[in-house]
């Protein structure tokens, strides 16, 4: 599922951000690399997901 803002021509493992609607872009190069940490670590997140089993849930 592509993210709001984003732009690809092609499938990537990882999608590329476009510049705002202005051409500037505010985020400072640390801001910048959380924010595309946490994004990978999210989806990555979400592609483990499906393999894990459920912890037992026990009744009170």
């Known amino acids: 599922m592509p993210v709001q803002g984003t ?3 092609s499938p990537t493992p ?3 951000t ?8 505010n ?3 640390s801001d ?3 924010v595309t ?3 990978q670590d999210g989806l ?3 592609q483990l997901a499906p393999q894990l089993q459920p ?3 026990e009744e009170c």
């Open 37 to 39: 940490d946490a994004a």
């Open 7 to 9: 732009e690809t021509t």
């Open 32 to 34: 910048r690399k959380f």
């Open 27 to 29: 985020l400072s190069s």
């Open 18 to 25: 476009s510049p705002t609607s202005s051409g500037q872009n």
């Open 55 to 57: 912890l037992p849930h």
């Open 14 to 16: 990882y999608p590329t």
């Open 44 to 46: 990555a997140e979400v």
